[in-house]
């Protein structure tokens, strides 16, 4: 006979002292750190633990007796259950001095090089509605709130379009309202949730791998266009049909929708780099644009999701970069080559290296777009592309910018940077600790002359961070 677990205790009036570097806010018990969301600093809480191991736990706030002068009210319906914007309770003021206080312990902790001052932070000018770029999930298997369980109603519909839950790969928290992009997302979303509703459109089953609708991406632009792609995973003719019927509805409710997209996808996941992108109305990709530039945007391309606050990252990076006109600069992990063409015309020439072809392709239109000569981008695994022989095939870089994702750069490449001895290094990140651990390998021949943290996505623990590394 298996022995039941003992129960986890109710620790009661805890207060709440940190954050840390994911996120959660801390509280320290007799040597115990405790982590626990949607609490923040000056709180004094209940704690019950959820999960103990030697050193540390994890916790649920079940009481809060005091409370903080850092919070904010949460704006978001969804709060506490969504998971997106866990720092909503935490004034924006205070998001800022935890995010710096985390890249300059992250870059300490690991990096362990020597460092200057860190820059004081960037913050986001727009704190609500700043994102141009929303992916939602559609799923037969709704996320049940306590607030549905405790109501004793009885359900009838386990269909929801919105956000998986975290730790529940397969359950979808169905969103009525997100304010992380202006209000169009909503009025697309809940409008196809209602056609969905009514025309008994079979929801997807991830582990059944089947299922009609599958996800919807939205992205709008500062040139006021408006792209929406829907995935579908039709399995007979007949659903066919019903997808096409409701590609046909959405184009005619929702003129603002610019660039009408769909993807048949039966694999098992929702990955669309190796899938055709079929165009229903109107174009293929969207405009942005920064300094009088025009960048192409599709569906498959990276461009960074807060527009205005990239604006911002760029400029940092372009001053970083200290470029005079005369400069050979590569730009890694160049995506539609937004930094690339940004930088361009500061420059000598700029070569533009990017794993995703369809990416390459826009950068190269976007280059003609903007009728930028002195740009050239090639597409391939950066290990694979970025070679001695690349190199000596297209001259040695003054600068090398680099923008890899959460992942941070492979051994290789940092080897091939060092081989290639540029003058300077912009490294832009969305990962500080990946970032440290690259500054790491960087350091016996570069040492890291500026930092400057910029807020990209408010309310939530990420943020970027921009090193300037100058030869020894």
Same mark, same amino acid.
């Given at each position: 006979?298996?022995?039941?677990?003992?129960? %986890?205790?109710?620790?009661?009036? &805890?207060?709440?002292?940190?954050?840390?570097?994911?996120?959660?806010?801390?509280?320290?018990?007799?040597?115990?750190?405790?982590?626990?969301?949607?609490?923040?600093?000056?709180?004094?809480?209940?704690?019950?633990?959820?999960?103990?191991?030697? +050193?540390?736990?994890?916790? =649920?706030?079940?009481?809060?007796?005091?409370?903080? /002068?850092?919070? !904010? #009210?949460?704006?978001?319906?969804?709060?506490?259950?969504?998971?997106?914007?866990?720092? @909503?309770?935490?004034?924006?003021?205070?998001?800022?001095?935890?995010?710096?206080?985390?890249?300059?312990?992250?870059?300490?902790? $690991?990096?362990?090089?020597?460092?200057?001052?860190?820059?004081? *932070?960037?913050? !986001?000018?727009?704190?609500?509605?700043?994102?141009?770029?929303?992916?939602?999930?559609?799923?037969?298997?709704?996320?049940?709130?306590?607030?549905? &369980?405790?109501?004793?109603? #009885?359900?009838?519909?386990?269909?929801?379009?919105?956000?998986?839950?975290?730790?529940?790969?397969?359950?979808?928290?169905? &969103?009525?309202?997100?304010?992380?992009?202006?209000?169009?997302?909503? @009025?697309?979303?809940?409008?196809?949730?209602?056609?969905?509703?009514?025309?008994?459109?079979?929801?997807?089953?991830?582990? @059944?791998?089947?299922?009609?609708?599958?996800?919807?991406?939205?992205?709008?632009?500062?040139?006021?266009?408006?792209?929406?792609? %829907?995935?579908?995973?039709?399995?007979?003719?007949?659903?066919?049909?019903?997808?096409?019927?409701?590609?046909?509805?959405? /184009?005619?409710?929702?003129?603002?929708?610019?660039?009408?997209?769909?993807?048949?996808?039966?694999?098992?996941?929702?990955?669309?780099?190796?899938?055709?992108?079929?165009?229903?109305?109107?174009?293929?990709?969207?405009? #942005?644009?920064?300094?009088?530039?025009?960048?192409?945007?599709?569906?498959?391309?990276?461009?960074?999701? +807060?527009?205005?606050?990239?604006?911002?990252?760029?400029?940092?990076?372009?001053?970083?970069?200290?470029?005079?006109?005369?400069?050979?600069?590569?730009?890694?992990?160049?995506?539609?080559?937004?930094?690339?063409?940004?930088?361009?015309? =500061?420059?000598?020439?700029?070569?533009?290296?990017?794993?995703?072809?369809?990416?390459?392709?826009?950068?190269?239109?976007?280059?003609?777009?903007?009728? *930028?000569?002195?740009?050239?981008?090639?597409?391939?695994?950066?290990?694979?592309?970025?070679?001695?022989?690349?190199?000596?095939?297209?001259? !040695?870089?003054?600068? $090398?910018?680099?923008?890899?994702?959460?992942?941070?750069?492979?051994?290789?490449?940092?080897?091939?940077?060092?081989?290639?001895?540029?003058?300077?290094?912009?490294?832009?990140?969305? /990962?500080?600790?990946?970032?440290?651990?690259?500054?790491?390998?960087?350091?016996?021949?570069?040492?890291?002359?500026?930092?400057?943290?910029?807020?990209?996505?408010?309310?939530?623990?990420?943020?970027?961070?921009?090193?300037?590394? #100058?030869?020894?």
């Amino acid at each position: 006979m298996s022995r039941k677990k003992k129960p %986890l205790p109710l620790l009661s009036h &805890i207060p709440i002292e940190d954050i840390a570097a994911e996120g959660k806010a801390v509280a320290r018990i007799d040597g115990l750190v405790v982590f626990t969301p949607y609490v923040v600093p000056g709180d004094v809480c209940d704690l019950q633990l959820r999960r103990k191991k030697h +050193n540390y736990a994890e916790a =649920e706030a079940v009481a809060i007796h005091t409370y903080s /002068n850092e919070r !904010s #009210e949460p704006f978001c319906p969804h709060f506490g259950v969504c998971g997106g914007c866990k720092w @909503q309770c935490l004034r924006y003021d205070r998001q800022l001095y935890y995010k710096q206080t985390q890249v300059e312990q992250t870059l300490r902790r $690991i990096a362990k090089v020597e460092l200057p001052r860190v820059s004081p *932070i960037l913050g !986001s000018k727009e704190t609500q509605g700043y994102r141009n770029k929303l992916e939602f999930g559609f799923s037969n298997k709704k996320w049940l709130t306590r607030q549905i &369980i405790d109501s004793g109603e #009885e359900i009838n519909n386990m269909n929801a379009l919105g956000f998986h839950i975290a730790g529940a790969f397969d359950k979808i928290l169905d &969103i009525t309202d997100c304010q992380l992009m202006p209000d169009i997302n909503n @009025q697309l979303r809940n409008t196809i949730r209602r056609y969905a509703a009514e025309h008994h459109l079979s929801h997807y089953d991830l582990r @059944q791998n089947k299922g009609l609708l599958r996800s919807m991406m939205i992205r709008s632009s500062d040139t006021g266009e408006l792209m929406l792609l %829907l995935q579908f995973a039709w399995s007979n003719n007949e659903e066919q049909a019903q997808a096409m019927a409701l590609m046909a509805f959405i /184009n005619e409710n929702f003129p603002e929708v610019t660039s009408l997209l769909y993807v048949h996808n039966v694999k098992c996941n929702d990955t669309i780099g190796d899938l055709p992108v079929h165009t229903f109305a109107g174009t293929d990709f969207i405009y #942005e644009t920064m300094e009088g530039l025009r960048f192409k945007v599709g569906p498959k391309s990276f461009y960074q999701t +807060n527009t205005h606050q990239a604006h911002e990252l760029y400029k940092v990076a372009r001053r970083m970069a200290c470029l005079s006109g005369k400069e050979t600069v590569y730009d890694l992990y160049t995506g539609t080559g937004t930094i690339a063409l940004f930088v361009a015309r =500061e420059a000598a020439r700029v070569i533009g290296i990017e794993y995703v072809p369809e990416a390459i392709a826009d950068a190269k239109e976007n280059a003609a777009t903007n009728n *930028i000569n002195n740009a050239t981008f090639y597409a391939g695994d950066m290990k694979d592309i970025l070679t001695p022989e690349f190199i000596a095939g297209h001259g !040695s870089p003054d600068v $090398i910018i680099t923008d890899p994702p959460r992942a941070g750069m492979h051994p290789a490449v940092v080897h091939t940077i060092i081989n290639a001895a540029p003058k300077r290094i912009v490294y832009v990140s969305c /990962n500080p600790a990946t970032q440290a651990r690259d500054l790491a390998m960087l350091d016996d021949k570069y040492q890291v002359a500026q930092v400057q943290p910029v807020d990209m996505f408010p309310h939530t623990q990420h943020v970027e961070n921009v090193c300037l590394l #100058e030869a020894r």
